[in-house]
T-cell receptor, first 114, second 116 residues
Framework: DGGITQSPKYLFRKEGQNVTLSCEQN?????MYWYRQDPGQGLRLIYYSQIVNDFQKGDIAEGYSVSREKKESFPLTVTSAQKNPTAFYLC?????????????FGPGTRLLVL | AQSVTQLDSQVPVFEEAPVELRCNYSSSVSVYLFWYVQYPNQGLQLLLK??????LVKGINGFEAEFNKSQTSFHLRKPSVHISDTAEYFC??????????????FGAGTRLAVHP
């Protein structure tokens, strides 16, 4: 059963702590994305990766970092530099990066600050 | 730069009534348009998309949308809603980004609340 998995479902961060959100896909997609969702604001792009070992900043990359060592995996680290990390984080993937491509989404991780 | 405006933040409707969720976009080039649905605490699921061809696009769960180039709109409709359609709906347009990459620009979302 192909799809995208994100873990954990809920994550709590303490002040000054880095936390890592997991995203795995078995769709054999080349492109992967991270979005942040805040109430009433839609989705904003944090980072994207078109291929293994390559990734680019999106619209709100400050305070976040990513890696793409394997095609299936695209973890997101929320660093202590991100001053307002409380949000719902969504990972997505697509076969390619053409304008017609459909992005498929994972179930999301909700990050809360203690 | 391309943008998407969803004209209603919330739409209340009674069960079995018709509904229209409005979406306008701004673009000076050809567009690809998408509607996604998000149920509470879940990811987004594609409802339908317009790439080219017929301006009336049919999607899953009985939804359809009409692309209107002159009015730069892509409104989502369903003739008879169910309680299970209660969710947030996002309109998105595909936009060119730096490095030849194309990204989705999302509207702020419309919360559809279906009442018995």
């Amino acid at each position: 059963d192909g799809g995208i998995t994100q873990s954990p479902k809920y994550l709590f961060r303490k002040e000054g702590q880095n936390v890592t959100l997991s995203c795995e896909q078995n769709l054999n997609h080349d492109a992967m994305y991270w979005y942040r969702q805040d109430p009433g604001q839609g989705l904003r792009l944090i980072y994207y990766s078109q291929i293994v070992n390559d990734f680019q900043k999106g619209d709100i990359a400050e305070g976040y970092s990513v890696s793409r060592e394997k095609k299936e995996s695209f973890p997101l680290t929320v660093t202590s530099a991100q001053k307002n990390p409380t949000a719902f984080y969504l990972c997505a993937s697509s076969m390619g990066t053409g304008r017609e491509e459909t992005q498929y989404f994972g179930p999301g991780t909700r990050l809360l600050v203690l | 730069a391309q943008s998407v405006t969803q004209l209603d933040s919330q739409v209340p409707v009674f069960e079995e009534a018709p509904v229209e969720l409005r979406c306008n976009y701004s673009s000076s080039v050809s567009v690809y348009l998408f509607w996604y649905v998000q149920y509470p605490n879940q990811g987004l699921q594609l409802l339908l998309k317009y790439l080219s061809g017929s301006t009336l696009v049919k999607g899953i769960n009985g939804f359809e949308a009409e692309f209107n180039k002159s009015q730069t709109s892509f409104h989502l409709r369903k003739p008879s809603v169910h309680i299970s359609d209660t969710a947030e709906y996002f309109c998105a347009v595909s936009s060119s980004f730096r490095g030849g990459y194309n990204k989705l620009i999302f509207g702020a979302g419309t919360r559809l609340a279906v009442h018995p």
